[in-house]
């Protein structure tokens, strides 16, 4: 799309976009650069020099078990945080969405965790299972239950994927119900005097018209726990223990800040950029079809 | 036509199962904010030894103060206005590069315009966290590490907005520009008068969303705040645990959680509807 009517010269343009030029291009294309030039050399060990080995860095990542373990957990904590944000969510957006009075009430109530950040939900969550003083903790062990996400790395998991999920849930309930009150109430009402019960109902009609939405929380939600959980799992569990919670950008950052290696981080830095490419690619694609749903 | 549901309507019993549910959805959502609100209400001594009271106690003017002006490393009082301040530079700082630009892409043609719209667009979505040591030594080098500028620009250098305003730029009808054109208007004009105006909603609804985001950073300022003085609230809060085997004082913290997600949660349920557009909106 093109406007036909448009205003003559070009330093005026030429203005207009310097200061997105100027701060795009230092804080974004140079450091991508950087880091795609960084992921060919290894600092020899004083780091005094570095050498050029090429694409020896990647080279090593993809042999290296723990990076291919970081996948995995990866994989694993991805998916289980977008089950299960999306599953509550679509749960409570469809009890609300039964109600004639009130829903936007409880939408009001559901909608705010949103508004709390990651690494503070992270805080919280690590409070009620904390080994010595949290809550739910005792009370587990009250039913018998030693619970030690410190040493589990099952139990680590568990929490930071329940903690991840939490204010997620907000975001996905406010999608949820927004698509299914944008279900015709009509074909819904001639399914039901054909005699179709709740859950014929939901999964001839409601499930398909709502794929659209459910799609492209899919790829949000991928996206979210690939890089915005950063806090969460940095305020509980640090990557532990035994890594078993090391996601990829919690590795980028542990072996490039903490460390201190280089060459392997910027390596990450890139394969990262890569994936999200890859969603990204996806999300547009999708979003053009929807466009034309 | 109170009932436009009709048999879809669930009545009696099924419809407080359907309350049910939702309500402990809703409490589910609560408790671990409840649970932090009352920790930041009670002793040390009351928190050490679970377990923990389930309703608030009467400390509450102790613990928020004793946060707010000295806290652990740094007083809270300090971190919110640090993360205030980062905040506000994200959101009017990426709102306004934004809207100028838009504005030369849409507006007008110029030589390499289609270059640089693919160029700002190539940075939609790639976040900070996978740039994050090239972005550092950026900062270093430019000396802005314990610095709100340093805290600020490299989150401002992303396309989303952009994009958002470039959408809604399209959609103005041509008839004002010609009108503002035969009346004499400069572009600047056009702009100041006309679009900006046009454009309110959007930009509320943006700084609502623009604003959270900034004020929920933690990776990038735990980078590049060294200085606890200089720290944000939300990155600031695991810095008071103490390092090693030592006892986290937990009234101080939980009420400086609750203090972290006081204002993000009061602008998004105070503006409610603007937050829902600017959501929708942002992920169009």
């Known amino acids: ?15 207009l976009l310097l200061p997105q030029i100027v701060i795009t291009a230092i804080f974004f294309f140079y450091p991508a650069g950087q880091a795609i030039w960084q992921s060919m050399f290894v600092p020899d060990p004083f780091g ?15 042999g290296d078990p723990y990076y291919r373990a970081s996948f995995v957990t990866t994989a694993i904590f991805s998916g289980l945080v977008t089950v299960v944000s999306m599953g509550v969510a679509l749960y409570l957006a469809i009890l609300a969405d039964r109600l ?80 299914l009150q944008a279900i015709p109430r009509s074909v819904i009402e001639a399914a039901a005097i054909d005699g179709a019960k709740f859950w014929t109902r939901f999964r001839t009609i409601v499930w398909p018209l709502l794929s659209p939405t459910t799609f492209f929380l899919l790829v949000v939600n991928v996206v979210y726990a690939f890089f915005e959980t950063f806090g969460v799992i940095h305020t509980i569990t640090a990557g532990g223990p035994q890594q078993a919670t090391t996601i990829l950008v919690y590795k980028v950052y542990s072996d490039g800040f903490v460390g201190q290696d280089l060459g392997s981080s910027a390596a990450q830095s890139v394969i990262l950029l890569l994936l999200v490419g890859i969603l990204t690619v996806i999300q547009f694609k999708f979003i053009e079809r929807r466009v034309h749903y | 036509m109170s009932d436009q549901r009709g048999m879809v309507q669930r009545r009696g019993l099924g419809h407080w199962f359907t309350h049910l549910g939702l309500i402990i959805g809703v409490l589910f959502i609560f408790f671990p904010i409840w649970l932090a609100f009352v920790a930041s209400t009670v002793t040390q001594p009351e928190i050490v030894r679970p377990p923990m009271p389930l309703l608030p ?138 679009l900006l105006p046009m454009s309110r909603t959007n930009i509320a609804a943006l700084f609502v969303i623009l604003f959270i985001y900034g004020w929920n950073q933690y990776l990038w ?64």
């Open chain 1, 1 to 15: 799309m093109e406007k036909r009517v448009i205003f003559k010269g070009w330093m005026l343009p030429a203005l």
């Open chain 1, 48 to 62: 005094l020099k570095t050498q050029f080995v090429g694409l020896g860095n990647f080279e090593y990542l993809l």
């Open chain 1, 100 to 179: 004639i009075k009130g829903s936007g009430t409880y939408r009001t109530l559901l909608i705010w965790p949103y508004a709390v950040a990651p690494a503070v939900a992270g805080v919280l969550w690590m409070f009620m299972f904390n080994t010595r003083v949290g809550v739910v903790a005792w009370y587990l062990g009250l039913l018998g239950y030693d619970w030690n996400h410190v040493l589990d790395e099952a139990e680590a998991m568990g929490l930071v994927v329940v903690a991840s999920s939490w204010g997620r849930i907000s975001y996905n309930f406010l999608f949820f119900l927004a698509g």
């Open chain 2, 57 to 194: 106690g009467g400390h509450f003017i102790e613990n928020y103060s004793k946060a707010l002006f000295s806290g652990v490393n740094a007083p809270v009082a300090t971190m919110m206005l640090n993360s205030l301040i980062m905040a506000l530079g994200i959101t009017i700082g990426k709102i306004v590069i934004s809207l100028t630009s838009a504005f030369a892409i849409v507006y007008f043609r110029f030589p390499g315009r289609t270059v640089f719209f693919w160029l700002i667009f190539l940075t939609l979505m790639l976040p900070v966290e996978v740039r994050i040591v090239p972005t550092y030594e950026v900062i270093a080098n430019f000396g802005m590490l314990n610095s709100y500028s340093g805290l600020i620009f490299p989150l401002i250098a992303s396309a989303t907005a952009t994009f958002l305003f470039r959408q809604f730029f399209l959609t103005v009808p041509d008839e004002l520009t010609e009108a503002a054109r035969v009346d004499g208007a400069s572009p600047m004009q056009f702009f100041w008068h006309i």
């Open chain 2, 221 to 284: 300022p735990l980078l590049i705040t060294t200085d606890p003085s200089m720290n944000t609230i939300v990155m600031g809060i695991k810095q008071m645990f103490p390092s090693g085997d030592d006892l986290a004082d937990w009234p101080v913290i939980m009420a400086t959680s609750i203090l972290a997600m006081v204002p993000p949660v009061i602008v998004v349920i105070s503006m409610q509807k603007l937050f829902i557009r600017g959501l929708v909106d942002s992920e169009k």
